[in-house]
């Protein structure tokens, strides 16, 4: 399937254009992955890990014994 999506908005500086392709796989119980795309969703994958930002700004794991982001490849801040 092919999909075109424009989006024509006044608070964009342009029509924003997007060109999806869809591909039929043939396995008879495929892993389907959710995303959830809307303005309150808490969910950042990082890599192939799903992580939740609480209300402070902080990661933090999403499933029981998650290990923690490697923080060297966050750019640091000083309080």
């Keep these: 399937m092919h999909d ?13 254009v997007v ?4 591909i039929r796989n043939p ?3 495929p ?10 969703n808490a969910q950042i994958m990082i890599g192939k ?3 939740f ?3 402070d700004g902080h990661l933090m794991p999403a499933k029981k014994d998650q290990v923690a982001p ?3 490849y966050f750019k640091q ?3």
Excluded: G
Excluded at 31 to 40: F, S, T
């Design 27 to 29: 396995n008879p119980r």
């Design 4 to 16: 075109l999506i424009t989006t024509i908005d006044n608070a964009l500086t342009r029509p924003w």
């Design 70 to 72: 490697d923080l060297r």
């Design 31 to 40: 892993v389907w992955r959710e995303y959830d795309l809307n303005e309150a």
């Design 53 to 55: 930002l609480s209300w």
């Design 49 to 51: 890990e799903n992580y």
């Design 19 to 22: 060109d999806k392709k869809y």
């Design 77 to 79: 801040t000083s309080k």
